[in-house]
């Protein structure tokens, strides 16, 4: 079936350090992908997202883009911020049919000043 | 325009006991989906509900069960209430596009099962 791997966290940077969280899926056809956020006690929110091969999905400094050769979704930032201590959950969702999110298993960033 | 909400914020149950969740969609939009969070896990999919049917359906047992309303809002029913049935569950709201799902969270009730 369809599934999402995330590295392991966590992943534990100084403030302004480069970010990179690997994503990678497998699905028997070409998913939309996405990159959720969740902080302490809430519920999930949508970072950003892409729908096709070499869509790059970005929002508050965050990018990622979708690698239909690599099946990859890694999320990246160029300079981290105390408040972007969370974690990030990559995830899909095929195109065809009832549309339900398959979520890799999060992985949680730590960023200290 | 209205979020996702969700009722309650905890709850906590004993095992065997049956509970109800419940979720108000967020303005305009026709389908509900729930999803399980176990401690430390990503999200699983239960159901989806769309114009009141369930349209799908992941790996959870029958004593997990559903309604959406006319009003588009949704319960979850959790029967014979297990421990591992103790996590976050949340509850999502969207309008099926043509091009892909984007879906908007509540904030989850907490369960615990004693």
């Known amino acids: 079936g369809d599934s999402v791997t995330q590295m392991e966290g966590p992943v534990t940077l100084s403030e302004e350090a480069f970010l990179t969280i690997n994503c990678t899926y497998t699905?028997?056809?070409?998913?939309?992908l996405f990159w959720y956020v969740q902080y302490p006690g809430e519920g999930l929110q949508l970072l950003l997202k892409?729908?096709?091969?070499?869509d790059k999905g970005s929002n508050k400094g965050f990018e990622a883009t979708y690698r239909k050769e690599t099946t990859s979704f890694h999320l990246e930032k160029g300079s981290v911020q105390v408040s972007d201590s969370a974690v990030y959950f990559c995830?899909?969702?095929?195109?065809?049919?009832?549309?339900?999110?398959?979520f890799g298993t999060g992985t949680r960033l730590l960023v200290s000043p | 325009e209205t979020g996702v909400t969700q009722s309650p914020t905890h709850l906590i149950k004993t095992r065997g006991q049956q509970v109800t969740l419940r979720c108000s969609s967020q303005s305009g939009h026709n389908t509900v989906s729930w999803y399980q969070q176990a401690l430390g896990q990503g999200p699983q999919f239960i159901f989806q509900y769309y114009r009141e049917e369930e349209n799908g359906r992941g790996n959870f047992p029958p004593r997990f069960s559903g309604l959406q309303f006319p009003n588009y809002s949704s319960e979850l029913n959790v029967n014979a209430l297990e421990l591992d049935d103790s996590a976050l569950y949340l509850c999502a709201s969207s309008f099926p596009s043509s091009s892909y799902n984007e879906q908007f969270f509540g904030p989850g009730t907490r369960l615990t099962v004693l």
């Open positions: 892409a729908t096709k091969a070499d």
């Open positions: 699905a028997t056809g070409y998913p939309s």
């Open positions: 995830a899909l969702s095929m195109n065809t049919g009832f549309q339900k999110l398959v």
